[in-house]
């Protein structure tokens, strides 16, 4: 499998709440307690939102969220802020010490 | 504080062969591993493989096995990436970044090398 699959793109308007999917395999995201999602906005380095499905590092806010059902997880930004327009990238453990990355989702915020 | 900081610019002929560099600051080098990722223009990230900077066990994605040698200098605190037979489509942003060792997530992040393949 090459990549994980995200929606290319999602948008929301500011207030509102968006998810983003990541689907793999029983190999990958099923398999695995070990997803997690990076923000990366144009030209600058990939920032780690959360880990291990639905843990939030020092310093991110409450309105990131992670959940998993099966072999997709999801990332839910609530209270949408323009701050948030970037692009998500999930990420997961798929065995033998391998990783797999998402195609990346495009979020817009109207 | 934490920090990863990468070689500079590369600028390649295809055929050729680079090595980037991946100093970490500010903890203890040899307790986390470093992977490496890359990004083509406009495209998505990249796994290409890790190196556990304790031991040296090291893992490489299928995709790059043939060509990629991930090392590391522990006295230096220091990881390298070595990839050869370039391509134009080795043209990218290749990132280090940290993880804690028996878990999967990169929690910090070199600022990038950019290495372009042209003729």
């Known amino acids: 499998q090459s990549a994980l699959t995200q929606p290319a793109s999602v948008s929301g308007s500011p207030g509102q709440s968006i998810t983003i999917s990541c689907t793999g395999t029983?190999?990958?995201?099923?398999?695995?307690?070990?997803v997690s999602w990076y923000q990366q906005h144009p030209g600058k380095v990939p920032k780690l939102m959360i880990y291990e499905v639905n843990k939030r590092p020092s310093g991110v806010s409450n309105r990131f969220s992670g959940s998993k059902s099966g072999n997709t997880a999801s990332l839910t930004i609530s209270g949408l802020q323009a701050e948030d327009e970037a692009d998500y990238y999930c990420c997961s453990y798929a065995g033998y010490s391998s990783v797999i990355f998402g195609g990346g989702t495009r979020l817009t915020v109207l | 504080q934490v920090q990863l900081v990468q070689s500079g610019t590369e600028v390649k002929q295809p055929g050729t062969s680079v090595k980037v560099s991946c100093k970490g600051s500010?903890?203890?080098?040899?307790?986390?591993?470093i992977q490496w990722v890359r990004q083509a223009p406009g495209q998505r990230l990249e796994w290409m493989g890790y190196i556990n900077a304790g031991n040296g066990n090291r893992k490489y994605s299928q995709k790059f096995q043939d060509r990629v040698t991930i090392s590391r200098d522990p006295s230096a605190s220091t990881a390298y990436l070595d990839l050869g037979s370039l391509t134009s489509e080795d043209t990218a942003m290749y990132y280090c970044?940290?993880?804690?060792?028996?878990?999967?997530?990169?929690?910090?992040w070199g600022q990038g090398t950019l290495v372009a393949v042209s003729s």
């Open positions: 970044a940290r993880e804690p060792t028996n878990r999967v997530f990169l929690d910090n």
């Open positions: 029983s190999s990958d995201v099923g398999g695995y307690n070990s």
């Open positions: 500010g903890y203890t080098f040899s307790d986390y591993n």
